[in-house]
Nanobody
């Protein structure tokens, strides 16, 4: 199973970006909760947002009202729409998925850099 994240980049404060993450593999039977995390230099990785298979969403307080997580179960894809970006949102963003193959396991994408200039 591989999770491939894309959509990062450089944007000015107040701008928007949309991240995507696709899970692929030959033995994926189901994907449970999916989410986005971020890690800035010198800091611990932190949760940004999660979404269950049924669409229940959870957000970090720092992004509520600005970021929206969604998913397309048919495409094994999770998205993160980021609006009104702030310089403190600058981080490497990682996607995560709980995937059922022979058993349930957690998988991580490779990370995509988001840089917000002031």
């Amino acid at each position: 199973v591989q999770l491939q994240a894309s959509g990062g980049g450089l944007v000015q404060a107040g701008g928007s970006l949309r991240l995507s993450c696709v899970a692929s593999g030959t033995r994926i039977f189901s994907i449970g909760i999916m989410g986005w995390y971020r890690q800035a230099p010198g800091k611990q990785r932190e949760l940004v947002a999660t979404i269950t298979y049924g669409g229940t969403m959870n957000y970090a307080n720092s992004v509520k009202g600005r970021f929206t997580i969604s998913r397309d179960n048919a495409k094994n894809t999770v998205y993160l729409q980021m609006n009104r970006l702030k310089p403190e949102d600058t981080s490497v963003y990682y996607c995560n998925g709980r995937v059922l193959t022979a058993a349930w396991d957690d998988y991580w994408g490779q990370g995509t850099q988001v840089t917000v200039s002031s």
